[in-house]
């Protein structure tokens, strides 16, 4: 059983255009999100996060949406390039994401960025 | 400053061998946490460390696997005996208590048991 569900396993875009990750998680008690990019033969790495008490983190062309009431929250990237082509990890805690969190991850979205 | 090491980045063994993966964490991380990543579900947390103490191994699928962090720069992760399903990449993360559930993966260990 998935607590956290990345429901599309790939997803290829135009350069310069939008890119819509999408993050599904089933426990109402995860209140704090994560985003991990991962490239071949290299380790997950961090990305964006945002707690509960949000609905929005923006970083630079990173964006993380937050919908509590449908357990759903999705990263744009805008403009996509293709130096992002890479697999995107949701990733979901409890507590607000202190450090003893157990993180549970999803299956992961292969993101392809075509020039 | 160095990352996460994990050695070796691959391993192919037969079944039934006994496999062991090593993991150095970044220096100063007081915690550290061994995961197995598969197609079907993901990156799935096996067994995490606090200061070189096992604090959740609940996530360790079976006895044949095993953790152990005997100081606070290397841990390894045992099977024994290997099974092709076991398969997989294992990833070695570590973090400090301040960066909360940000977590610094190594590169992993592709492990492929025939």
């Known amino acids: 059983d998935q607590q956290v569900k990345q429901n599309s396993p790939s997803l290829s875009v135009q350069e310069g255009r939008i890119s819509i990750l999408n993050c599904d998680y089933t426990?109402?008690?995860?209140?704090?999100f994560l985003w991990y990019k991962k490239y071949p033969a290299e380790g997950p790495t961090f990305l964006i996060s945002?707690?509960?008490?949000?609905d929005k983190n923006e970083d630079g062309r990173f964006t993380v949406f937050l919908n509590k009431s449908a357990k759903h929250l999705s990263l744009h990237i805008v403009p996509s390039q293709p130096g992002d082509s890479a697999v995107y990890f949701c990733?979901?805690?409890?507590?607000?994401?202190?450090?003893?969190?157990?993180?549970?991850f999803g299956t992961g979205t292969l993101l392809a960025v075509q020039p | 400053d160095a990352g996460v090491i994990q050695s070796p980045r691959h391993e192919v063994t037969e079944m039934g061998q006994e496999v062991t993966l090593r993991c150095k964490p970044i220096?100063?991380?007081?915690?550290l946490f061994w995961y197995r990543q598969t197609m079907m579900r993901g990156l799935e947390l096996l067994i995490y460390?606090?200061?070189?103490?096992?604090?959740?191994d609940s996530g360790m699928p079976e006895d044949r696997f095993s953790a152990k962090m005997p100081n606070a720069s290397f841990s390894t992760l045992k099977i024994q005996p290997s099974e092709p399903r076991d398969s997989a990449v294992y990833f070695c993360?570590?973090?400090?208590?301040?960066?909360?559930?940000?977590?610094?993966f190594g590169p992993g260990t592709r492990l492929l048991v025939l």
């Open positions: 993360a570590s973090s400090l208590a301040q960066t909360g559930s940000k977590r610094y």
């Open positions: 426990n109402s008690m995860f209140d704090y």
């Open positions: 945002i707690s509960s008490i949000k």
């Open positions: 990733a979901a805690a409890t507590n607000y994401g202190g450090a003893t969190n157990k993180l549970i």
């Open positions: 220096s100063g991380h007081d915690y």
């Open positions: 460390f606090n200061n070189n103490v096992p604090i959740d």
